[in-house]
């Protein structure tokens, strides 16, 4: 054996030591073995998403393209319970979440503001239970809501004490609270789906849930597949918008990928919806069925 070949010989050996007992391989290994389940992905619109006039249009159209879910605003949402149950009436279409929509915030130093947030959130939710919904999407302070609460132990403990009391009123109304992380430039105060999730976990409360945007993701989350498995049994919905501009799926081209995070909804048996949250930049003819096709290729890939 020549020196080169020795050498050859004993990186080529060391090399496949080195891989098979490190705790990437093993890791890896793990990972292949595990099942992932045959949970299909369910697709839902927010109220602007598809192309349409009025919302029996948009109803329409998601039902030939295989979207089960919808998103409506919170906004005035009991004075729309009447409508929307007519709408839904015979579609193979459920509400998946409400979109905030309420007054004042939960962290406001304000008593008066909190006291708004309360009695408008509290209606939004018999609203949501009214038409059937999985969950009432809140923020506890966005980064424009001043004065704020300081980010302190204390506050989490307040926090924690008062989505116990509104997770009362959503389970009584068969529904649920659903904490959103957003990215550091619109709500500093809960950024990742862990910190969500963890908050969840100390509310120990059935009507206390969390869930993770991609479009925050990509600026606070190292992982999509760790965040979203970070969410557990907490996680109750989930958003999407393309990735750079948060615009249709696929609109941003190469950065669009969910496949990690669809790879983790899947391996938990995910049964929520995964809603689009986002705007157009394009034709929205052609860039929704685009969007719906990149997005079940990704899931089939995932
Ligand atoms: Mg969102």
Sequence with gaps: MN???????????????????SPIELFAAKDKSKKKSKQPLRISFQEGTAPGKTLGDKLDYMEANGVVGFEPGGKGLS???????????????????????????????????????????????????????????????????????????DTRAYLIEQLQ????????????????????KEAFYLRQVADAASICRDANHDGVRCMGDFWHM??????????????????QHVHIASRGTRNMPGEDGEVDNYVDGFRALKEMNY???????????????????????????????A
């Excluded at 929520?272 to 890939?301: D, H, I």
Aim: with cysteine; hydrophobic share 45%; net charge neutral.
């Design 218 to 235: 990509t600026t606070e989350e190292p992982s999509d597949y760790g965040a979203f498995f970070s969410g557990g049994k907490y996680l």
């Design 165 to 184: 009391l509104l997770g009362d009123h959503a389970l009584k109304n068969n529904t649920t609270i659903i904490l959103e992380p957003l990215n550091r």
């Design 79 to 153: 004075g729309r319970v009447a409508e929307i149950n007519k709408l839904l009436s015979g579609r193979n279409i459920k509400v998946s979440a409400i979109c905030a929509g309420f007054d004042g915030f939960i962290l406001s130093q304000d008593a008066a503001t909190r006291k708004i947030f309360d009695v408008t959130m509290k209606e939004i939710i018999e609203a949501a239970g009214a038409i059937g919904s999985v969950g009432v999407i809140m923020v506890p302070a966005f980064n424009h809501q001043v004065p704020v609460l300081p980010h302190t132990a």
């Design 271 to 301: 049964p929520g919806f995964v809603s689009f949250e986002c705007g157009c930049k394009t034709n929205r003819e052609e860039a929704v069925p685009t969007a719906l096709k990149l997005m079940r290729e990704q899931w089939e890939k």
């Design 3 to 21: 020196r080169r070949d020795f050498l050859r010989a004993t990186l080529l050996g060391s090399a496949a030591v080195a891989v098979a007992s």
